[in-house]
Protein backbone atom coordinates (compact mmCIF):
# COMPACT_ATOMS: atom_id res chain seq x y z
CA UNK A 1 0.00 0.00 0.00
CA UNK A 2 0.94 3.67 -0.88
CA UNK A 3 0.69 6.12 2.04
CA UNK A 4 2.25 9.84 1.83
CA UNK A 5 2.31 12.63 4.37
CA UNK A 6 3.18 16.42 3.54
CA UNK A 7 4.09 19.11 5.86
CA UNK A 8 5.32 23.31 5.89
CA UNK A 9 4.13 26.08 5.66
CA UNK A 10 3.14 28.42 2.36
CA UNK A 11 6.11 31.01 3.24
CA UNK A 12 8.48 28.37 5.93
CA UNK A 13 11.59 27.05 5.10
CA UNK A 14 9.91 24.80 2.40
CA UNK A 15 7.96 21.72 2.08
CA UNK A 16 8.38 18.42 2.61
CA UNK A 17 6.83 14.70 1.61
CA UNK A 18 7.31 11.38 2.71
CA UNK A 19 6.02 8.26 0.84
CA UNK A 20 6.14 4.51 1.97
CA UNK A 21 5.14 1.76 -0.10
CA UNK A 22 7.22 2.06 -3.68
CA UNK A 23 8.74 -1.03 -5.08
CA UNK A 24 12.28 -1.21 -4.90
CA UNK A 25 14.12 -0.55 -8.54
CA UNK A 26 11.83 2.00 -9.66
CA UNK A 27 13.73 4.83 -11.65
CA UNK A 28 13.25 8.27 -10.49
CA UNK A 29 14.13 10.72 -12.96
CA UNK A 30 13.82 14.11 -11.62
CA UNK A 31 13.45 15.89 -14.73
CA UNK A 32 9.98 14.24 -14.80
CA UNK A 33 9.30 15.65 -11.36
CA UNK A 34 10.67 18.87 -12.01
CA UNK A 35 8.89 19.50 -15.56
CA UNK A 36 5.32 18.78 -13.56
CA UNK A 37 6.69 20.93 -10.73
CA UNK A 38 7.18 23.87 -13.65
CA UNK A 39 4.12 22.97 -15.23
CA UNK A 40 2.23 23.69 -12.27
CA UNK A 41 3.84 27.48 -11.65
CA UNK A 42 3.25 28.35 -15.10
CA UNK A 43 -0.34 29.85 -16.78
CA UNK A 44 -1.57 33.03 -17.34
CA UNK A 45 -3.42 34.34 -14.30
CA UNK A 46 -0.80 33.18 -11.38
CA UNK A 47 0.52 35.61 -9.03
CA UNK A 48 3.96 37.40 -8.50
CA UNK A 49 4.82 34.27 -6.02
CA UNK A 50 5.20 31.77 -8.99
CA UNK A 51 8.45 34.30 -10.42
CA UNK A 52 9.91 33.75 -6.89
CA UNK A 53 9.56 29.98 -6.53
CA UNK A 54 11.67 27.79 -8.99
CA UNK A 55 10.53 24.56 -7.52
CA UNK A 56 12.82 21.87 -7.89
CA UNK A 57 12.49 18.60 -5.87
CA UNK A 58 15.42 17.55 -3.54
CA UNK A 59 15.52 13.56 -2.95
CA UNK A 60 16.59 12.92 1.16
CA UNK A 61 15.93 9.53 1.36
CA UNK A 62 14.92 5.94 -0.18
CA UNK A 63 16.53 6.46 -3.25
CA UNK A 64 20.72 5.40 -4.43
CA UNK A 65 21.92 5.64 -7.99
CA UNK A 66 18.55 7.11 -9.26
CA UNK A 67 16.52 4.22 -8.10
CA UNK A 68 14.18 3.12 -4.81
CA UNK A 69 15.81 0.98 -2.56
CA UNK A 70 12.08 -0.07 -0.90
CA UNK A 71 12.67 2.58 2.24
CA UNK A 72 10.76 5.80 2.73
CA UNK A 73 11.27 8.47 0.25
CA UNK A 74 12.13 11.98 1.21
CA UNK A 75 11.16 14.81 -0.63
CA UNK A 76 11.66 18.34 -0.12
CA UNK A 77 11.04 21.73 -2.05
CA UNK A 78 12.44 24.85 -0.82
CA UNK A 79 10.57 27.81 -0.06
CA UNK A 80 12.47 30.83 -1.90
CA UNK A 81 10.47 33.31 -0.94
CA UNK A 82 11.25 31.70 2.63
CA UNK A 83 14.39 34.78 2.93
CA UNK A 84 11.25 37.79 2.35
CA UNK A 85 9.47 35.72 6.05
CA UNK A 86 11.99 34.57 7.83
CA UNK A 87 11.84 36.94 10.59
CA UNK A 88 8.10 36.32 10.23
CA UNK A 89 7.40 32.64 10.50
CA UNK A 90 10.80 31.47 12.33
CA UNK A 91 9.21 28.47 14.68
CA UNK A 92 11.01 30.87 17.97
CA UNK A 93 10.80 34.18 17.10
CA UNK A 94 7.78 36.05 18.64
CA UNK A 95 6.85 39.00 15.34
CA UNK A 96 3.37 40.69 15.24
CA UNK A 97 4.48 41.49 11.35
CA UNK A 98 1.77 40.06 9.27
CA UNK A 99 -0.77 39.61 11.73
CA UNK A 100 -4.19 38.08 10.39
CA UNK A 101 -7.43 39.04 12.16
CA UNK A 102 -9.76 39.24 9.11
CA UNK A 103 -10.58 36.45 7.63
CA UNK A 104 -11.17 35.70 4.23
CA UNK A 105 -14.57 34.81 3.12
CA UNK A 106 -13.80 31.20 1.24
CA UNK A 107 -11.09 30.33 2.56
CA UNK A 108 -10.14 28.30 5.88
CA UNK A 109 -9.14 31.58 7.91
CA UNK A 110 -12.45 31.45 10.44
CA UNK A 111 -13.19 27.95 10.46
CA UNK A 112 -9.96 27.21 11.08
CA UNK A 113 -8.74 30.10 13.46
CA UNK A 114 -12.08 28.53 15.97
CA UNK A 115 -11.39 24.74 15.57
CA UNK A 116 -7.58 25.63 16.77
CA UNK A 117 -8.47 28.88 18.48
CA UNK A 118 -6.05 30.79 16.85
CA UNK A 119 -5.98 34.53 16.97
CA UNK A 120 -3.55 34.96 14.24
CA UNK A 121 -5.11 33.95 11.39
CA UNK A 122 -1.23 33.19 9.73
CA UNK A 123 -1.45 29.67 11.75
CA UNK A 124 -4.46 28.83 9.50
CA UNK A 125 -3.72 30.41 5.92
CA UNK A 126 0.10 29.28 6.10
CA UNK A 127 -0.98 25.87 6.06
CA UNK A 128 -4.19 25.93 4.14
CA UNK A 129 -2.32 27.39 1.19
CA UNK A 130 -2.60 26.04 -1.99
CA UNK A 131 1.31 26.26 -2.14
CA UNK A 132 1.02 22.76 -0.35
CA UNK A 133 -0.37 21.42 -3.55
CA UNK A 134 4.10 22.02 -5.13
CA UNK A 135 5.13 19.37 -2.60
CA UNK A 136 1.72 16.80 -3.48
CA UNK A 137 2.55 17.35 -7.42
CA UNK A 138 5.99 16.31 -6.65
CA UNK A 139 4.86 13.00 -5.00
CA UNK A 140 2.09 12.35 -8.05
CA UNK A 141 5.30 12.99 -10.55
CA UNK A 142 6.95 9.58 -8.70
CA UNK A 143 3.25 7.94 -9.02
CA UNK A 144 3.71 8.81 -12.56
CA UNK A 145 6.81 7.14 -13.58
CA UNK A 146 5.26 4.30 -11.58
CA UNK A 147 2.53 3.54 -13.91
CA UNK A 148 4.32 4.10 -16.64
CA UNK A 149 5.97 0.56 -15.82
CA UNK A 150 2.63 -0.90 -17.03
CA UNK A 151 1.85 1.08 -19.43
CA UNK A 152 -1.02 4.04 -17.76
CA UNK A 153 -0.69 7.36 -19.30
CA UNK A 154 -2.28 10.36 -17.51
CA UNK A 155 -3.09 13.39 -19.38
CA UNK A 156 -4.74 16.74 -18.02
CA UNK A 157 -6.36 20.02 -20.06
CA UNK A 158 -8.30 23.21 -19.30
CA UNK A 159 -12.31 22.75 -20.48
CA UNK A 160 -13.62 26.29 -18.82
CA UNK A 161 -12.11 29.31 -17.59
CA UNK A 162 -14.80 31.57 -16.17
CA UNK A 163 -17.82 31.46 -18.75
CA UNK A 164 -15.34 30.46 -21.63
CA UNK A 165 -15.39 26.54 -22.73
CA UNK A 166 -13.46 24.62 -25.58
CA UNK A 167 -15.09 23.82 -28.02
CA UNK A 168 -16.56 19.95 -27.52
CA UNK A 169 -15.91 19.14 -30.68
CA UNK A 170 -12.10 18.95 -30.05
CA UNK A 171 -12.24 15.81 -27.60
CA UNK A 172 -13.74 13.12 -28.99
CA UNK A 173 -16.52 11.23 -27.34
CA UNK A 174 -15.19 8.10 -26.41
CA UNK A 175 -11.40 7.64 -25.97
CA UNK A 176 -8.19 9.77 -27.04
CA UNK A 177 -6.27 7.06 -28.57
CA UNK A 178 -2.04 7.54 -28.95
CA UNK A 179 -2.67 9.60 -32.16
CA UNK A 180 -4.75 12.00 -30.83
CA UNK A 181 -3.01 12.27 -27.79
CA UNK A 182 0.18 13.73 -29.59
CA UNK A 183 -1.77 16.19 -31.37
CA UNK A 184 -3.65 16.76 -27.95
CA UNK A 185 0.31 17.85 -26.73
CA UNK A 186 0.94 19.72 -29.58
CA UNK A 187 -1.74 21.86 -29.25
CA UNK A 188 -1.42 22.68 -26.08
CA UNK A 189 2.17 23.49 -25.85
CA UNK A 190 2.06 26.06 -28.67
CA UNK A 191 -1.07 27.66 -26.37
CA UNK A 192 1.37 31.02 -25.93
CA UNK A 193 -1.11 31.83 -22.49
CA UNK A 194 -0.11 28.52 -20.68
CA UNK A 195 -3.33 27.82 -20.15
CA UNK A 196 -3.35 24.20 -20.86
CA UNK A 197 -6.35 24.95 -23.05
CA UNK A 198 -6.44 22.85 -26.50
CA UNK A 199 -8.19 25.33 -28.14
CA UNK A 200 -6.59 28.24 -28.85
CA UNK A 201 -9.14 30.53 -29.69
CA UNK A 202 -10.73 29.98 -25.88
CA UNK A 203 -7.12 30.50 -24.86
CA UNK A 204 -7.46 33.71 -26.00
CA UNK A 205 -10.91 34.30 -25.08
CA UNK A 206 -9.93 33.47 -21.69
CA UNK A 207 -6.66 35.32 -20.97
CA UNK A 208 -9.20 38.79 -21.50
CA UNK A 209 -11.27 37.35 -18.99
CA UNK A 210 -8.67 37.12 -16.77
CA UNK A 211 -6.96 40.28 -17.44
CA UNK A 212 -10.47 41.72 -17.11
CA UNK A 213 -11.07 40.30 -13.64
CA UNK A 214 -7.43 41.12 -12.61
CA UNK A 215 -8.40 44.96 -13.29
CA UNK A 216 -11.51 44.46 -11.29
CA UNK A 217 -9.49 43.13 -7.83
CA UNK A 218 -11.25 40.03 -9.02
CA UNK A 219 -10.72 35.99 -9.55
CA UNK A 220 -12.17 33.21 -11.90
CA UNK A 221 -12.62 29.54 -11.40
CA UNK A 222 -13.22 26.68 -14.08
CA UNK A 223 -13.27 23.04 -14.81
CA UNK A 224 -10.50 20.87 -16.12
CA UNK A 225 -10.80 17.10 -16.88
CA UNK A 226 -8.22 14.25 -16.31
CA UNK A 227 -7.90 11.33 -18.95
CA UNK A 228 -6.36 7.85 -17.72
CA UNK A 229 -5.67 5.73 -20.47
CA UNK A 230 -4.11 1.84 -21.17
CA UNK A 231 -6.31 1.32 -17.11
CA UNK A 232 -7.18 -2.47 -16.61
CA UNK A 233 -10.20 -3.78 -15.80
CA UNK A 234 -10.29 -4.92 -11.91
CA UNK A 235 -8.26 -2.12 -10.49
CA UNK A 236 -10.37 -0.93 -6.97
CA UNK A 237 -12.94 -2.91 -5.16
CA UNK A 238 -16.68 -2.71 -4.48
CA UNK A 239 -16.18 -4.60 -1.41
CA UNK A 240 -16.20 -2.09 1.21
CA UNK A 241 -17.51 1.57 0.71
CA UNK A 242 -13.64 2.85 1.08
CA UNK A 243 -11.84 0.35 -1.51
CA UNK A 244 -14.21 1.56 -4.39
CA UNK A 245 -11.88 3.70 -6.59
CA UNK A 246 -14.21 6.63 -7.79
CA UNK A 247 -14.61 7.40 -4.32
CA UNK A 248 -10.86 7.20 -3.73
CA UNK A 249 -10.15 9.20 -7.11
CA UNK A 250 -12.89 11.80 -6.14
CA UNK A 251 -11.06 11.95 -2.42
CA UNK A 252 -8.00 13.23 -4.09
CA UNK A 253 -9.72 15.62 -6.46
CA UNK A 254 -11.31 17.39 -3.75
CA UNK A 255 -8.69 17.75 -1.43
CA UNK A 256 -7.14 20.24 -3.83
CA UNK A 257 -7.74 24.01 -2.49
CA UNK A 258 -10.19 25.37 -4.23
CA UNK A 259 -12.19 22.10 -5.88
CA UNK A 260 -15.82 22.60 -5.18
CA UNK A 261 -16.92 19.12 -7.17
CA UNK A 262 -16.08 15.96 -9.19
CA UNK A 263 -17.89 14.15 -11.57
CA UNK A 264 -16.77 10.81 -13.34
CA UNK A 265 -17.36 10.23 -16.91
CA UNK A 266 -20.92 11.94 -17.84
CA UNK A 267 -22.20 11.59 -14.40
CA UNK A 268 -23.87 15.01 -14.08
CA UNK A 269 -25.87 15.24 -17.21
CA UNK A 270 -26.60 11.72 -16.79
CA UNK A 271 -28.75 12.44 -13.45
CA UNK A 272 -31.18 13.88 -15.95
CA UNK A 273 -31.58 10.97 -18.25
CA UNK A 274 -33.53 7.86 -18.84
CA UNK A 275 -30.65 5.08 -17.79
CA UNK A 276 -31.32 3.67 -21.42
CA UNK A 277 -29.40 6.41 -22.32
CA UNK A 278 -27.15 6.12 -19.43
CA UNK A 279 -25.02 2.92 -19.52
CA UNK A 280 -22.71 1.96 -21.58
CA UNK A 281 -23.75 -1.55 -23.36
CA UNK A 282 -21.47 -4.47 -23.68
CA UNK A 283 -19.59 -6.35 -26.87
CA UNK A 284 -17.17 -8.94 -27.77
CA UNK A 285 -14.87 -9.57 -29.77
CA UNK A 286 -11.91 -12.23 -30.26
CA UNK A 287 -9.53 -9.69 -30.86
CA UNK A 288 -10.76 -6.75 -28.30
CA UNK A 289 -12.38 -9.18 -25.61
CA UNK A 290 -14.56 -7.30 -23.84
CA UNK A 291 -15.43 -3.49 -24.70
CA UNK A 292 -18.30 -0.69 -25.05
CA UNK A 293 -19.00 1.29 -27.58
CA UNK A 294 -19.72 4.57 -25.21
CA UNK A 295 -17.75 5.57 -22.41
CA UNK A 296 -20.44 7.32 -20.25
CA UNK A 297 -19.71 5.68 -17.15
CA UNK A 298 -15.52 7.50 -17.20
CA UNK A 299 -14.20 3.94 -16.71
CA UNK A 300 -15.21 3.05 -13.93
CA UNK A 301 -18.67 0.97 -13.11
CA UNK A 302 -19.14 -0.19 -9.00
CA UNK A 303 -16.23 0.99 -7.52
CA UNK A 304 -14.04 -1.14 -10.43
CA UNK A 305 -12.20 0.18 -13.42
CA UNK A 306 -14.08 -1.68 -16.35
CA UNK A 307 -11.09 -1.34 -18.61
CA UNK A 308 -12.00 1.72 -20.84
CA UNK A 309 -10.83 5.26 -20.24
CA UNK A 310 -10.69 7.00 -16.98
CA UNK A 311 -12.42 10.54 -17.55
CA UNK A 312 -12.34 12.96 -14.34
CA UNK A 313 -13.75 16.27 -14.21
CA UNK A 314 -13.05 18.67 -11.82
CA UNK A 315 -14.62 22.33 -10.37
CA UNK A 316 -12.81 24.98 -8.96
CA UNK A 317 -14.10 28.27 -7.65
CA UNK A 318 -12.62 31.51 -8.15
CA UNK A 319 -9.47 31.92 -5.63
CA UNK A 320 -10.83 33.64 -1.96
CA UNK A 321 -8.13 35.82 -1.63
CA UNK A 322 -9.53 39.11 -3.89
CA UNK A 323 -7.93 42.85 -4.22
CA UNK A 324 -10.59 44.18 -3.80
CA UNK A 325 -11.53 42.41 -0.77
CA UNK A 326 -15.22 41.36 0.55
CA UNK A 327 -16.91 42.27 3.87
CA UNK A 328 -15.34 40.36 6.88
CA UNK A 329 -15.67 40.93 10.79
CA UNK A 330 -12.43 41.49 12.56
CA UNK A 331 -12.36 38.42 14.85
CA UNK A 332 -10.39 40.98 17.68
CA UNK A 333 -13.07 43.70 17.52
CA UNK A 334 -15.76 42.23 16.09
CA UNK A 335 -16.18 45.05 13.73
CA UNK A 336 -17.24 45.08 10.44
CA UNK A 337 -14.02 45.25 7.89
CA UNK A 338 -12.41 44.51 4.46
CA UNK A 339 -10.99 41.03 4.26
CA UNK A 340 -7.06 40.36 4.03
CA UNK A 341 -5.51 40.62 1.09
CA UNK A 342 -2.48 38.14 0.45
CA UNK A 343 -0.28 37.85 -2.26
CA UNK A 344 -2.21 35.48 -4.68
CA UNK A 345 -3.45 34.51 -8.30
CA UNK A 346 -5.95 35.52 -10.13
CA UNK A 347 -6.87 32.07 -11.75
CA UNK A 348 -5.03 28.77 -11.10
CA UNK A 349 -7.00 26.09 -13.10
CA UNK A 350 -4.25 25.43 -15.40
CA UNK A 351 -1.92 24.81 -12.11
CA UNK A 352 -4.88 22.81 -10.98
CA UNK A 353 -5.47 20.77 -13.98
CA UNK A 354 -1.60 19.71 -13.42
CA UNK A 355 -1.99 18.75 -9.51
CA UNK A 356 -5.19 17.20 -10.55
CA UNK A 357 -3.46 15.01 -12.85
CA UNK A 358 -0.85 13.86 -10.54
CA UNK A 359 -2.70 13.81 -7.54
CA UNK A 360 -5.35 11.07 -9.47
CA UNK A 361 -1.63 9.40 -10.45
CA UNK A 362 -1.31 9.11 -6.69
CA UNK A 363 -4.88 7.35 -5.90
CA UNK A 364 -4.26 4.56 -9.17
CA UNK A 365 -0.84 3.99 -7.97
CA UNK A 366 -2.00 3.00 -4.97
CA UNK A 367 -4.69 1.22 -6.12
CA UNK A 368 -1.90 -0.75 -8.88
CA UNK A 369 0.08 -1.76 -5.48
CA UNK A 370 -3.20 -3.19 -4.05
CA UNK A 371 -3.68 -5.70 -7.00
CA UNK A 372 -0.63 -6.62 -8.08
CA UNK A 373 1.93 -5.84 -5.01
CA UNK A 374 5.47 -6.99 -4.77
CA UNK A 375 8.75 -5.31 -3.46
CA UNK A 376 10.64 -4.85 -6.39
CA UNK A 377 9.35 -3.37 -9.56
CA UNK A 378 10.41 -6.55 -11.24
CA UNK A 379 7.65 -8.00 -9.12
CA UNK A 380 5.18 -5.68 -9.78
CA UNK A 381 5.19 -6.27 -13.69
CA UNK A 382 5.27 -9.74 -13.50
CA UNK A 383 2.21 -10.03 -11.50
CA UNK A 384 0.48 -7.27 -13.90
CA UNK A 385 1.62 -9.39 -17.19
CA UNK A 386 -0.10 -12.27 -15.26
CA UNK A 387 -3.36 -10.85 -14.43
CA UNK A 388 -3.31 -9.81 -18.01
CA UNK A 389 -2.77 -12.96 -19.77
CA UNK A 390 -5.50 -14.43 -17.26
CA UNK A 391 -8.14 -11.42 -17.84
CA UNK A 392 -7.45 -12.50 -22.16
CA UNK A 393 -8.75 -16.27 -20.94
CA UNK A 394 -11.47 -14.82 -19.10
Not at 133 to 155: C, D, M, P
Not at 294 to 308: C, D, K, L, P, S
Not at 315 to 322: A, C, G, Q
Amino acid sequence: MLRYFTSGESHGKGLIAIIEGLPAGLFIDQQVINSYLLKRRMGYGRGKRMFIEKDQVDILSGVRRGYTIGSPVTLYIENKDWENWKDIMDPFINSQEKFVTMPRPGHADLAGGIKYDHHDLRNVLERASARETAIRTAVGAIAILLLKNISIELYSYVVSIGNVHINSDILPPITLGDQYLKKLNKIIETDEYMLNMPDMKAAKQAAKIIELAKKKGDTLGGVFEIRITNVPAGLGSYSQWDRKLDGRLAWALMSIQAIKGVEIGDGVVNSGKYGSLVHDEIYFSRNKGFYRKTNRAGGIEGGVTNGEEIILRAYMKPISTLYNPLRSVDILTKKTVKATVERSDICAVPAASVVGETVSAIELANAVMEKFGGDTIKDLKNNYNAYIARVKKY
